[in-house]
Nanobody
């Protein structure tokens, strides 16, 4: 059983920054691919970023590339999402998730993730 707890969301203005954290339970965190997804009100959940267990492979959606940075600290069983230059269209509930099979493709598919956190709200005002 894996438990994921997100934190760090909030209300900010356009152009501001936020850092989200995802604290994970379990002994195998350092070997697992982890991802961030988001869901805006009235829209489907979408992929944001993912990172391999060692951190050597990272993927971003085109909408956040260059503004968001995913990282992890395996000693703390924690993953992060640094969000810079936030825009109103980044407003959503952000979820962290564990990818069930590290080598399955594509990493952007939420169907490949089996454990999810409860989500943290990010609101960007214009």
């Amino acid at each position: 059983q894996v438990q994921l707890v997100e934190s760090g969301g909030g209300l900010v203005q356009t152009g501001a920054s936020l850092r989200l954290s995802c604290a994970a339970s379990g002994r195998s965190f350092s070997t697992e691919v982890m991802g961030w997804f988001r869901q805006a009100s009235g829209k489907e959940r979408e992929f944001v970023a993912a990172i391999s267990g060692s951190g050597d492979r990272i993927y971003y959606s085109d909408s956040v590339k260059g503004r968001f940075t995913i990282s992890r600290d395996n000693a703390k069983n924690t993953m992060y999402l640094q969000m810079n230059s936030l825009k109103p269209e980044d407003t959503a509930v952000y979820y962290c998730a564990r990818k069930k099979w590290a080598y399955a493709r594509p990493w952007e598919s939420e169907a490949l993730y089996d454990y999810w956190g409860q989500g943290t709200q990010v609101t960007v005002s214009s």
